[in-house]
């Protein structure tokens, strides 16, 4: 036992060096510790949470695997499916030790949460949403015990998990990097943060990607020998299947699916949006609401910047929600899982069977580009003085009379479908 813990401590201090020294100082000067977020000390009411509750009573129970360990039982308890399975073989995350290019990381996920498993790994690690706080980070011991408990990070992950990278909150990020034949990152060779703007030819390093994708390339399925130079982004394209790269009887599938992945990427940055735009609107509220008292101005008032704070940040909700800037596919894309399939089948559908999870795949990611998690219980937990200005925002969108050109892509009759699908489903309450 202390083995394992040392490794993990060992793992979570090298993972640190990861990070700058801007990033570590910014999640520590955030102030998402202090009033009115109280990230570390706030009550938390994430599945995970629950779930731990649950297991807690009796009422819930997680079997334990001696292949896999508590992976298939806390999957199937948070409703993660299979299908969304990812491999990641680059050094880039808490059991680093126990990842490389024979043997990577399974990453799962689904709305709301994370998980990480690795091979003969100490623990699962999850990652999950908290409608108020945000990313929330867990890990639960791979030894068996007669009462697994899930165990609440207190800080170690935020020094990745809390930077520019995550838009100053705690959340989020897809990392994709040069990694060399034992998936340590080439930093020297940059790397990228992912998401639905991002270059294909810029994404998935270090990451094992099964799908087609016509003529377009993409860094996934390739070790870095040398540098950025001489990467041989043509070794990589149009796999299907991974069995000359790694043992897939050791994962729950054999696949890294192309689509997951593109979903993933532009979940986690919605999911990130989301979170700045609750701890911002909630921190130029607190800091009015303080001067309030200060200046002898009438209780409830809400200054002029902090306005322009609310303003600011939901227009950015607004600019995820509708996929701005989203880079062009140039050829069409298929997973290789069952993933697009189910992922489709879980969405709310309107009088004409029209869902926001929908995919187009030909040359963007969603048929309707206006995201998902418009419909789930972080963007439900808005506070109202930030949610009213985006729903303002999207309705003068959605209807023709806000014709800014950053939304140009979106033809007069996405903008109808799109308003169409959010009047007959309702934004007002969370996931179902």
């Not at 985006?390 to 009379?401: P, Q, Y």
Request: some cysteine.
């Amino acid at each position: 036992m202390i083995a394992s813990v040392q490794r993990i401590l060992f793992a979570t201090l090298a993972v640190g060096v990861l990070a700058s020294n801007l990033s570590t100082a910014t999640a520590q000067s955030s102030g998402f510790e202090r009033p009115p977020i109280n990230y570390m000390d706030a009550p938390v009411h994430d599945s995970v949470a629950k779930l731990n509750a649950r297991l807690a009573s009796g009422t819930a129970k997680l079997d334990y695997d001696e292949k896999f360990g508590y992976l298939q039982s806390a999957l199937q308890a948070l409703d993660v499916p299979i299908s969304s399975q990812m491999l990641v073989f680059s050094k880039t995350s808490l059991q680093l030790q126990r990842i490389s290019p024979r043997r990577p990381r399974a990453v799962y996920f689904n709305d709301d949460i994370y998980v990480g498993y690795c091979q003969r790994g100490d623990v699962l690690e999850f990652a999950v949403t908290d409608p108020q706080q945000g990313a929330v980070f867990y890990t639960l011991s791979q030894e068996e015990n007669e009462a697994p408990t899930f165990v609440r990070d207190r800080g170690q992950c935020l020094s990745c998990h809390a930077s520019s990278r995550t838009q100053n909150i705690p959340g989020y990020l897809v990392r994709s990097v040069y990694a060399d034949g034992a998936g340590r990152p080439k930093l020297g060779s940059g790397t990228f943060t992912t998401d639905h703007t991002s270059p294909f030819g810029e994404r998935w390093g270090g990451w094992y990607v099964t799908g087609t994708h016509g003529d377009m390339r993409h860094m996934g399925n390739t070790i870095c020998i040398e540098d950025e130079t001489t990467f041989d982004r043509e070794s990589g394209a149009n796999e299907i299947d991974l069995d000359d790269r790694i043992m897939t009887e050791n994962y729950l599938s054999p696949h890294s699916d192309l689509v997951a992945l593109m979903v993933l990427e532009h979940q986690t940055q919605m999911h990130n949006a989301i979170a700045a735009a609750n701890y911002e609107t909630r921190q130029a509220l607190h800091q009015s609401f303080q001067m309030n008292e200060l200046l002898e101005r009438p209780e409830g008032t809400i200054s002029d910047s902090a306005n322009r704070r609310i303003d600011a940040t939901a227009n950015n909700v607004v600019r995820y929600l509708l996929m701005c800037d989203e880079f062009t596919l140039t050829s069409p894309v298929s997973g290789t899982s069952d993933f697009a399939t189910e992922f489709a089948a879980r969405g709310r559908r309107d009088a004409k069977g029209r869902s926001l999870r929908e995919f187009d795949l030909q040359t963007r990611l969603f048929r309707y580009p206006c995201s998902y998690l418009i419909h789930s219980d972080a963007f439900a937990a808005l506070p109202k003085e930030c949610k009213s200005r985006v729903m303002t925002k999207l309705d003068a969108i959605l209807s023709g009379r806000d014709q800014s050109p950053e939304f140009q892509l979106l033809t007069p009759e996405l903008r109808s479908e799109i308003r169409d699908i959010l009047k007959s489903i309702s934004v007002t309450s969370g996931a179902s």
